[in-house]
């Protein structure tokens, strides 16, 4: 299977893909590679216990974790690569939809297509209830610091990471696997911050309960979604 083999000297070294984490008062200027029909969306289920935390969902009917609780449904993730001029390297985002709907209104607004001009996002809030993103064309302005942002070089855009990787499902052995490797012996974790608090509905697992038991979140069957804008 393609999602298991990792491609490139820098790419094994620095353990596969890297996704930005974007900071309150940290504004980062990028250059989006994916967007309008290019946006890939997927479902996936967050367990901080588990390795990996992040559970690529392969539909509801066959995931161990949707079986272990009917109630307890994956949340949709948005993934796409951008370019970051600073580093000089293509990085992955996965935000929720409401907070890509709200970067695509804000680009609207600017008149920008940020696949073709730089822009600027800016994240306000750090937990589940108060964090919003907000995006500004990037406009050169030497008197205020800002800096001249070259494109990305025709060699570094052939070599680009894949992004299929990252909306393939896990498979459901794999997930049973997960699974199984904790119940054998690995701690249970409690939830720290981030994505865990932007999980509505996760609760802390009692004395000898496994966390896929715990808590109920409503939403849609999980399966891999391209979102059109």
């Given at each position: ?193 981030g994505y865990a608090q932007q999980q509505a509905g996760y609760q802390a697992p009692q004395s000898g309960q496994a966390p896929w038991d715990v808590g109920a979140r409503q939403g849609a069957p999980a399966t891999q ?5």
């Amino acid at each position: 299977m393609s999602n298991t083999i990792v491609r490139g000297l820098e790419a094994i070294l620095s353990g596969g893909a890297e996704f930005i984490t974007f900071e309150e008062g940290k504004p980062m200027t990028l250059l989006f590679i994916d967007w309008f029909e290019d946006l890939l969306g997927i479902r996936e289920h967050y367990e901080s216990a588990l390795t990996p935390k992040y559970v690529r969902c392969p539909g509801k009917d066959i995931c161990p974790l949707c079986k272990a609780n009917p109630s307890k449904y994956p949340a949709l993730r948005i993934k796409f690569r951008v370019y970051d001029a600073i580093e000089k390297k293509i990085k992955f985002v996965s935000l929720a939809k409401s907070h890509v709907q709200k970067l695509n209104s804000d680009f609207n607004l600017d008149e920008v297509d940020p696949t073709k001009d730089f822009v600027t996002i800016y994240r306000t809030g750090k937990g589940a209830s108060d964090t919003s993103y907000c995006a500004r064309r990037y406009n050169l302005n030497p008197e205020a610091g800002k800096l001249v942002l070259e494109f990305p070089t025709q060699e570094l855009m052939d070599n680009i990471p894949d992004l299929t990787p990252q909306v393939t499902p896990h498979s459901p052995a794999e997930i049973a696997g997960f699974m199984q490797a904790l119940v054998g012996g690995a701690q249970i974790s409690q939830p720290q911050g981030g994505y865990a608090q932007q999980q509505a509905g996760y609760q802390a697992p009692q004395s000898g309960q496994a966390p896929w038991d715990v808590g109920a979140r409503q939403g849609a069957p999980a399966t891999q979604h391209k979102l059109p804008f």
